[in-house]
């Protein structure tokens, strides 16, 4: 099969996924009734993904997929800041969208800890990172004041996020706007930088 026609086909496949696990939760999404549900053998899915821990993590790292290329993309060249102001709502809007939002409320009813811990590993743990290093970068330049990035990382996340993710996945808020997104993101980052500033003086 063409490279193409695969990642067609997972994208089929995942949104089956999705369907299922917000219709029956992750219990009730056996590689079988997304097999069904999405057109396609379930040898294909068992080759494809290993097993259901396995589509759920691809779950994880494709949703994740488009705020870790645009980091990866950053050139030396370019102003942290600006690819920081860039990427916040991009994120924000991952983060609190239904795709992610489904993920977590898997993981959340998840007693073992498991999917909890392939929610971190697949998502958080791949982007934050990349996240530090712009903050890093900034530091460098003389932009924000030299300060650790793991710790600026956080501020950065609680101003920006807050406890609105964990709102989403309890049903207390609905899905924000994009207008809501651009706000928040364009107080977090000011907030963020008045907050770095007055943390390293």
Known sequence: ??????????????????????????????????????????????????????????????????????????KPDDDPLVELSAIAPRLLAMLTGERAIALNRAAAADPSGELGRLLAENGRSVIMPLIGDLIAAAADRGQLRSVSPGQAVEWFLSLLVGDLQVRRVTGAIREMTPQEIAERSEK??????????????
């Open 1 to 74: 099969m063409r490279e193409e026609n695969r990642q067609k086909r997972q994208r089929e496949i995942e949104a089956a996924a999705y369907r299922l696990i917000g219709e029956k939760g992750y219990d009730g999404m056996s590689m079988l009734a997304v097999a069904k549900a999405a057109r396609a053998s379930n040898e294909t899915l068992y080759n494809w993904y290993g097993d259901k821990a396995g589509l759920f993590r691809a779950m994880v790292s494709n949703n994740a997929a488009d705020i870790q290329r645009q980091l990866s993309a950053v």
């Open 188 to 201: 977090a980052l000011a907030a963020f930088h008045l907050l770095v500033r007055a943390q390293a003086n």
